[in-house]
């Protein structure tokens, strides 16, 4: 008979002790576990009793109540599961227990599998390989993550602060359970090698991908949950640094980080950190007259939470630089965490500036013991908290812990600086501590310091660790920490703020302020963040030590409004971590209680770029383009900082986030397409959650592991954006292994195959599950634009692949050469004899014209006067133009882009900058000399006269800044409809693209030389959308000059419809991705050519009123000639309707 018993259902204990009163009252005989059962019997029940709860959990969780239908179905799914378990138990006892273990398999058809995002995909195939960890390790995983997955839904339908206690212990246990298997699970997840699994971004992951999995509309088996979350876990860049002569390497980075620093980034976060603090603090201030009312919820003087910046950007942008710069202006307290072993010293190859000594061993702790045996505090002083029976160790809070250090750490400088009775000697010693200079001495200076603050840290901790341990809230021990050692390391950098002020009144005055926060900076801030379980004290488990610095300034902000004479501590987080700031979090999730009630602070991310530009000298010749030294000039002052012998090997490292690139992975593919074709991420909300997290997963990951930059936080966190601005180092590293095969990737030397090459194959990730994550809006209108990109790059890349040999170092030294004109044409398109004819006489008119003005008459000169292309990757213009300057087009020669231009742009979508001349041809390197030989009579339309005077042509005639004399380029114009474009559409005035202007060095001259060609080169129209061929020719490919249909100008125009024929693009073939684009095109939504039809006039913008047509304005529309009117007679012709009549081929 069944006891009577009221079972809770709530309670845990009550249902276990329930289930044992059943089997008991069936037969008293029987014991829970029989004792015949083997060990690999017992998993496989326990296995099987968490799977059948898993599914039963996984059907009702969205069932508001509980039908008869439901009942009758568990009972008859109960029945099948004990009749499956009867059937298990009759095998041979030998059978081994992966092939009994009960593991639910998917019958999810292949069109439910490609519903999946690209990450889910992932773990339903890797899910599959988890019986090859073993039993123990498979019962660890399934009922860690079982556990934590029912404890996020309690958590999830009732916020109880018990809950969600609960919640994150398991969390906790999930990774230390991750952590225990980690080898093992690394054999499966690769990429689990770099995670840390005790950070609080795993734990953050973790609770995302929960969330999407209850989320998500289709359910998963529980092997696959635990795979997606597994895959979701945030990795660590491999270090691309190796482990020799690391004391050279050690000088080497010290030598780089004393360059004089370029750039005005640090004017600009001062004058962002001054705008923040009075938009903030201004009107508080004088409403409250610096009075402060004593109440946890409340603030005054500054409208926000604490005075912090989060200083967020992708590695080598040069954050600690400027931080370090603000050290001149203001005083300056600085320290950087760097992951280590306890036993080991810190070491360049974990980053630089090196780690200060003891920090990370400090926060990792969480325990403490009496510093000392004769611990001078054992009397109790005025002020402090009694302390009786004091334990020999004791487990204290983050709030504690991170409040010890800050005070240890203020009340340690203040000590230091006391000694020194001057202003200015007092900031030498600040300087002196912050001067990474890698000598011995300064060195042992910091290390010491910091040891000392340390020491300093435990004493508090053991001082105060009571009031920790008895008080419910942890702000108790904020005041004991803190407040002794903020007033008198405020007394001490008074009079140093005071003489900074005299002595930078300059710049004080440029800034508009008499006074500067002192600036508390934490490098690697993310390093803070080490959970662990056993702590106690917190009011919620999902705090972190970064958290609790946080609170600590919050209460420094309190202190500034009752203390009238304390200076104003602004905190500044450092990390290419987008862990250290929020980036689209819900407002509910972002730190604690207390500070919902206001605005997130603004996030900095405007670094410098560019910076070291200016210290490279001109170009010797145009050659010198494929250079290191020249290529590594631009982007991020990184690259100036890297050995010549490794740069390469460390570049590429930085983008795949490891050694090596990952060629399946959505994120690592993206990122290696985003450097070369100017991709741009902002994720979106649109109505589909599971599709914004991988966006966002994406975006943050490309963040903090492929040197995508962070272009702009919203400041109520709603949104961000990431970009790919022109950076020539990783657009040849991309190339490199796109050009790459797999042997060759592994470092073994080999020949070119484009069947090997990973070109394909990272193309196919892209197309199949990169552009998934990133959701059908990502390219939407701008598909062809894409693929024209694409295929020009392919064309550029295919010229090479032939002469890439030898090593990395020239492989990429080949790949950053310029291109002839012809070789490229080529390898974009096969022509016919007239069509070939028609573009090389055209550039042999330009070459010819360069050669007439150079005064080269040579036969020999006039042959080695070509054309070229220089270009390993596009960006984009953010304006419409105009006109284009030959100057502007000689910039990006020389840095190897290809213009995308801006959206809205008329007439054509990119252009390709283009040098005539001899690339072996010398620059002269005195610019004063060389104006000075030209004399002022030079004869006009040409660039030399005084022959007699000046050197031979291929010596070199010309300074670096005339070499835009000598530049061109080549239009580009995208079409994505499936009806090919119109004779008439493609001879518009605006395919000849914007104008050139006249070179800067003739500005003065009077009747200034003309450009060399008045518009573009070429022009090249891809009508990629269709497949039809021309009605004369019945080709898919021409070339031709024709003159334009509006102002009469000569357009040189090569036309290519379609992809598939190959004679369009055999540069395709050759890299084996002909395939790839044909899906990549099937991909993207086609322009539904109706829609031209449906659209609202423009008031201002219409066929009868344009800003920049001389003529009349036509008001109001008049009758079509077609449409029955009562009028009869008023009629207008399609001219003035505009170009809404449908396209004809004139071809």
Request: with cysteine.
């Amino acid at each position: 008979m069944t006891p009577p018993v009221r079972l809770l259902l709530q309670d845990f204990d009550s249902i276990q002790q329930h289930l044992k009163d059943l089997i008991k009252a069936q037969d008293a005989s029987v014991s829970n576990t029989p004792q015949d059962m083997s060990t690999n019997q017992k998993t496989e029940l326990e296995n099987a009793a968490l799977y059948v709860t898993q599914a039963i959990r996984q059907v009702l969780r969205n069932t508001v109540r509980l039908q008869d239908a439901h009942k009758k179905a568990i009972h008859s799914f109960l029945d099948d599961v004990f009749e499956a378990l009867d059937n298990q138990a009759a095998r041979h006892d030998d059978t081994s227990s992966d092939a009994r273990c009960i593991t639910p398999t998917s019958s999810r058809s292949s069109k439910a599998f490609n519903d999946l995002s690209p990450t889910r995909q992932h773990a339903a195939k890797a899910s599959e390989s988890f019986d090859q960890l073993t039993p123990e390790a498979r019962k660890d995983l399934s009922l860690a993550f079982s556990t934590m997955s029912s404890l996020y839904i309690a958590a999830a339908s009732e916020t109880t602060a018990s809950k969600q206690k609960w919640f994150y212990g398991t969390v906790f246990m999930f990774l230390g359970v991750v952590e225990e298997h980690q080898h093992a699970l690394a054999q499966l997840f690769p990429d689990l090698t770099t995670v840390s699994p005790t950070t609080g971004e795993c734990s953050s992951s973790v609770e995302d991908a929960l969330k999407y999995l209850h989320e998500s509309e289709i359910s998963s088996p529980l092997w696959e949950q635990i795979a997606y979350v597994l895959l979701r876990l945030p990795c660590r860049n491999e270090q691309p640094l190796r482990a020799d002569n690391l004391g050279e390497l050690e000088s080497h980075f010290a030598d780089q980080l004393r360059r004089n620093y370029r750039g005005d980034a640090p004017f600009r976060f001062l004058q962002f950190v001054l705008k923040v603090n009075r938009q903030r603090t201004e009107q508080t201030f004088q409403a409250s007259s610096r009075t402060f009312i004593p109440d946890d919820d409340s603030q005054s003087g500054f409208d926000a939470y604490l005075k912090m910046t989060s200083l967020v950007q992708s590695s080598g942008t040069g954050k600690t630089r400027l931080v370090l710069e603000l050290g001149k202006v203001t005083p300056l307290l600085y320290t950087c965490l760097r992951r280590k072993a306890p036993d080991e010293r810190p070491s360049v190859v974990d980053g630089y500036p090196l780690g200060d000594t003891r920090l990370y061993t400090y926060f990792s702790r969480s325990e403490f013991s009496r510093p000392t045996p004769n611990y001078a505090s054992d009397t109790a002083t005025a002020g402090d908290a009694p302390v009786p029976d004091k334990p020999k160790s004791f487990t204290v809070s983050y709030d504690l812990q991170v409040a010890a250090f800050v005070g240890g750490w203020f009340q340690t400088l203040a000590t230091e600086l006391n000694f020194l009775p001057e202003a200015q000697a007092k900031h030498e010693y600040l300087q002196k501590l912050n001067n990474f200079d890698g000598a011995d001495s300064t060195a042992l200076t910091r290390s010491k310091f910091f040891m000392d603050v340390v020491r300093a840290a435990e004493d508090l901790i053991w001082r105060h660790h009571p009031l920790d341990q008895r008080g419910s809230v942890p702000s108790k021990v904020f005041g004991p920490c803190l407040d002794s050692p903020a007033l008198a390391l405020s007394e001490q950098l008074q009079p140093v703020r005071q003489w900074l002020a005299q002595d930078k009144v300059e710049t004080y005055r440029s800034l508009g302020t008499h006074e500067l926060p002192v600036f508390v900076a934490v490098d690697e801030c993310v390093e803070l963040i080490i959970h662990n379980p056993a702590r106690r004290g917190e009011k919620q488990s999902s705090n972190d030590q970064l958290e609790s610095l946080r609170r600590v300034f919050n209460h420094l902000l309190k202190l500034e409004s009752q203390h009238k004479k304390i200076a104003s501590f602004w905190l500044v987080l450092l990390s290419t971590s987008t862990g250290a700031a929020t980036l689209i979090k819900p407002k509910e999730l972002q730190g604690s209680a207390r500070a919902l009630t206001k605005e997130v602070m603004p996030i900095f991310v405007g670094m410098g770029f560019d910076v070291l530009r200016s210290e490279q000298g001109p170009l010797r010749s145009p050659a010198d383009v494929g250079t290191l030294e020249h290529v590594r000039s631009y982007g991020r002052p990184l690259w100036s900082s890297l050995h010549d012998n490794s740069f390469w090997e460390v570049a590429q490292a930085k983008l795949f986030g490891k050694r090596t690139i990952d060629e399946t992975s959505s994120v690592v593919c993206y990122n290696v397409l985003a450097s070369r074709l100017a991709l741009r991420l902002v994720p979106v909300h649109d109505g589909d959650t599971a599709l914004f997290g991988e966006q966002k997963t994406l975006g943050t990951q490309s963040i903090d592991r492929h040197m995508r930059m962070l272009e702009h936080v919203a400041e109520d966190s709603s949104s961000f954006s990431i970009n790919a601005p022109s950076e020539p180092v990783l657009a040849v590293a991309a190339a490199l292994a796109m050009l790459s095969n797999s042997r060759q990737l592994l470092g073994i030397s080999t020949g070119q195959n484009s069947t090997s090459l990973a070109y394909a194959k990272i193309m196919k990730t892209f197309t199949t599950q990169s552009l998934a994550a990133l959701g059908p809006h990502f390219l939407k209108g701008t598909g062809g634009e894409f693929l024209t990109r694409c295929v020009m790059m392919a064309a550029c890349d295919a010229v090479k692949l032939p002469l890439l040999r030898g090593n990395l170092a020239n492989r990429a030294s080949t790949i950053s050469r310029p291109v002839e004109v012809g070789a490229f044409i080529r390898k974009l398109v096969q022509l016919d004899e007239a069509s070939q004819k028609a573009v090389t006489e055209r550039v042999d008119s330009v070459c010819s014209l360069v050669c007439q003005r150079l005064g080269a008459d040579s036969t020999a000169n006039k042959e080695d006067v070509q054309a070229w292309l220089n270009f390993s990757h596009f960006d984009e213009l953010p304006e419409v133009i105009a006109d284009i300057s030959p100057d502007y087009l000689w910039y990006c020669w020389k840095r190897g882009v290809a213009i995308q231009m801006a959206h809205k742009q008329p007439g054509v979508d990119g252009i390709i900058p283009v040098f005539v001349g001899q690339l072996s041809s010398k620059f002269v390197s005195d610019a004063t000399q060389e104006s000075q030989a030209r004399s002022d009579g030079d004869a006009p339309g040409t660039w030399s006269s005084g022959a007699a005077r000046m050197a031979p042509f291929d010596a070199g005639a010309i300074h670096e800044c005339e070499a835009a004399r000598q530049m061109t380029f080549i239009a580009w114009e995208s079409k994505f409809r499936k009806d090919a474009l119109g004779g008439e559409d493609a001879s518009k005035d605006a395919l000849t693209g914007p104008s050139l202007l006249p070179a800067a060095c003739d500005a003065s001259k009077g009747e200034p030389c003309s450009q060399l060609t008045k518009f573009g080169l070429l022009t090249v129209l891809t009508d990629l959308g269709t497949e039809q061929a021309f009605q004369d020719t019945r080709l898919q490919t021409r070339a031709e000059t024709i003159t334009t249909r509006g102002k009469g100008h000569q357009l040189s125009r090569l036309w290519i419809r379609g992809i598939s024929d190959v004679k369009a693009y055999p540069c395709l073939d050759d890299l084996g991705i002909r395939e790839q684009l044909l899906a990549l095109r099937a991909g993207f939504t086609d322009v539904r050519v109706y829609e031209q039809y449906n659209l609202n006039p423009l008031p201002l913008w219409n066929a009868g009123a344009k800003p920049d047509e001389m003529k009349h304005v036509v008001e109001g529309p008049s009758l079509l000639s077609s449409w029955p009117s009562p009028a009869g007679s008023s009629v207008i012709s399609l001219e003035q309707v505009g170009s809404h009549a449908e396209p004809m081929d004139q071809s």
